[in-house]
Nanobody, 122 residues
Framework: QVQLVESGGGLVQAGGSLRLSCAAS????????MGWYRQAPGKQRVLVAT???????NYADSVKGRFTISRDNAKNTVYLQMNNLKPEDSAVYYC????????????????WGQGIQVTVSS
């Protein structure tokens, strides 16, 4: 079993930056794709960004140009650099991982983190 642990969330003013990290408890051949989702109060969990071991990247339109996903395969860690944050970016952010990119993109991944709060004040 692989555990995902997120870190780096917190409170920031609009226009500020945060960097989220998600570390997998161990290396696993079953992890190819990793990604980030977010869920605001009263709303559904939505895709933010995904990345594969080979570097294939996808972003939600709402974060393109502001967020950057990256990955350190040697450390089994995925990062989300969030710049020019807006109040509407406030949410609980979840890391996820799966062997299949399709599973990460559709939100049915095998592995999920517990989530970390990001709050952007206006």
């Amino acid at each position: 079993q692989v555990q995902l642990v997120e870190s780096g969330g917190g409170l920031v003013q609009a226009g500020g930056s945060l960097r989220l990290s998600c570390a997998a408890s161990r290396s696993s051949f079953s992890i190819n794709a990793m990604g980030w989702y977010r869920q605001a109060p009263g709303k559904q969990r939505v895709l933010v960004a995904t990345i594969t071991k080979g570097g294939i990247i996808n972003y939600a339109d709402s974060v393109k140009g502001r967020f950057t996903i990256s990955r350190d395969n040697a450390k089994n860690t995925v990062y989300l650099q969030m710049n020019n944050l807006k109040p509407e970016d406030s949410a609980v952010y979840y890391c996820n991982a799966d062997r299949r990119l399709e599973a990460v993109l559709s939100g049915v991944s095998d592995y999920w983190g517990q989530g970390i709060q990001v709050t952007v004040s206006s």
